[in-house]
């Protein structure tokens, strides 16, 4: 009779090394810290986005068929722009992009999958965006500069993205419905940018407990979405000013937490005249 066989364990043995962050309980991730630092760092939750995949009927493999999906998409967002998400049928699309609508369904199954797909393009611009707007070392900019260095490239995105803000406020739906993927392409956003602050603000200072900096990483970040959305419906004569107010928000707000006030130096005596 054969021998029974024991099965192998696939249990890897449990590290003894200390954990890279034991120092400094209040840190985040040194992974996502260096990944940030990078300019590399993903969304916290679900890595790349792929939620948009399925809204492909079929995806372009040549370069013909990526410049007709590239064609649709930038349509699609031209009538967004100018006439709303709900004037964006695919009717209006295909006739805004000079093409059938049955050119249309060879890529997409229905309208809101072209939605899905522009909020994708989306997604990866914006996150280009983070990743060139966070500096690798923020110790050697004055937080005014630091500032304006992650909030006026946002600002032009949404100014020379007029369908943006429109395609991200699409209302959710069922949980495998296409018109959900805006949402959760929306939430993973915004996420990544706060995951970005909050390491930021710990290399500002390192002394914020964890909760506190977390907070107000959450609380800068929705201020700044706000406002931005807000200067988004604005005429062009208020976007200015908007945009200073939220800069000078944004500093008092993050001044006292990130830069703040050192003890005072206390006078010394002049040194006294040896006597010869």
Do not use: C
């Not at 068929?65 to 590239?70: M, T």
């Not at 915004?190 to 200072?205: P, Q, Y």
């Amino acid at each position: 009779m054969a021998a029974k066989r024991t099965p192998r364990s696939t249990a890897r043995p449990a590290s003894t090394a200390p954990s890279p962050d034991a120092a400094s309980p209040d840190a985040p991730s040194p992974d996502a810290a260096a990944d940030v630092a990078a300019g590399t760092a993903a969304p916290p939750t679900g890595g790349t986005v792929t939620a948009t995949a399925d809204a492909y009927r079929r995806r372009p493999r040549q370069p013909r068929g990526e410049a007709r999906v590239s064609l649709i998409l930038d349509a699609a967002a031209a009538v967004i722009a100018e006439h709303g998400l709900h004037a964006a049928t695919a009717e209006a699309i295909a006739l805004r992009a000079r093409t059938a609508k049955g050119s249309l369904y060879q890529f997409f199954p229905n309208r809101d999958a072209v939605l899905a797909a522009l909020a994708l393009r989306y997604a990866d611009e914006m996150r280009a965006i983070h990743e060139r707007a966070f500096p690798m070392d923020p110790h050697g900019l004055p937080l005014d500069r630091l500032i304006d260095r992650i909030v006026k490239p946002l600002a032009e995105f949404h100014d020379s993205h007029p369908a943006f803000r429109r395609v991200f406020a699409t209302v959710e739906g069922p949980g495998d419905d296409t018109r959900s993927a805006p949402t959760r392409l929306r939430a993973q956003l915004f996420d990544s940018f706060v995951d970005r602050l909050d390491v930021l603000f710990f290399a500002r200072n390192p002394t914020l407990a964890t909760r506190e900096r977390r907070r107000i990483a959450l609380v800068a970040a929705t201020l700044g979405q706000s406002l931005l959305a807000r200067r988004g419906r604005a005429v062009a004569s208020e976007k200015k000013p908007l945009l200073d107010d939220l800069r000078r928000i944004l500093l008092a707000y993050l001044q006292p937490v990130l830069e703040p006030a050192s003890p005072p130096v206390r006078d010394q005596a002049p040194p006294t005249r040896r006597k010869r």
